[in-house]
């Protein structure tokens, strides 16, 4: 119905698998999703079974249960938004994770093979360009290989022409970027000079910009694009 529609449109907007989709696709992948309503208690997933579904969370709590060292661990939750079950379905191994409700909740689904046939092709090229480049960032080590992987998602390409201004020392920062492609010089310009000196000259797989993220501070250099350079953009 036009308002199923509606709230499925609401549900799917932060889904970062759903990124690399271009408007026909996700009309598509819209059509094909049914709503699940989930009761208090109910296991939406169970480790080790195959895959079947590919869930997005329209409302409900849900709980993420791993076994470490053959214990039954929570590892996390979803809170009424995200999505779940596409690993199975991607890599064709068995369910990683039991999902459980822990309140009641409406999920929608989408089968494995619209799954497989309109989001997989571009999600796993993208997860598997990116989860290389990400491996090698040292920032990111900390993280484990399914933090990792939803990075890989929610990244966006930019290509920025020689001579182009990437960033603006002295701006609010709201993105980081990764060289995917060409190379950059970072430059400071001293506070009443005109003059800007080079600082640093950075490559493909090295990584810029975290700074003003991390310390909420205003940019501390300008870049700029010493070639045709493409870039990965959080
Ligand atoms: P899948 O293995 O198909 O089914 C269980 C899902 O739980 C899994 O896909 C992921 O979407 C989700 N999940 C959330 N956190 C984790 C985690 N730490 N490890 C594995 N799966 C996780």
Sequence with gaps: TPEQRERLQQATKHILLFRCL????????????????????????????????????????????????????????????????????MYNTPRAATITATAEGTVWAMDRETFRGIVLKKAFQKRVIYENLLENVPMLKELSPYE????????????????????????????????????????????????????AA????????????????PRAASVYATERTKLAVL
Excluded: P, W
């Design 22 to 89: 271009d408007d026909d696709q996700m009309i598509d992948v819209i059509d094909a999703m049914f709503e699940r309503k989930v009761a208090v208690g109910e296991k939406v997933i169970e480790m080790g079974d195959d895959g079947d579904n590919f869930y997005v969370i329209e409302s409900g709590i849900y709980d993420i249960i791993v076994s470490i060292n053959g214990t039954a661990t929570k590892v996390g939750q979803y809170d009424n938004k995200g999505s779940f079950g596409e690993l199975a379905l």
């Design 148 to 199: 990792r992987m939803n990075i890989a998602d929610a990244l966006v390409t930019k290509i920025f022409e020689k001579g182009d201004r990437i960033i603006n020392q002295g701006d609010e920062g709201r993105e980081m970027y990764f060289i995917e492609e060409g190379s950059v010089r970072c430059t400071i310009r001293k506070s009443g000079q005109s003059e800007e000196v080079e600082v």
């Design 202 to 217: 950075l490559n493909k797989g090295q990584y810029f910009g975290e700074l003003a993220l991390l310390t909420s501070h």
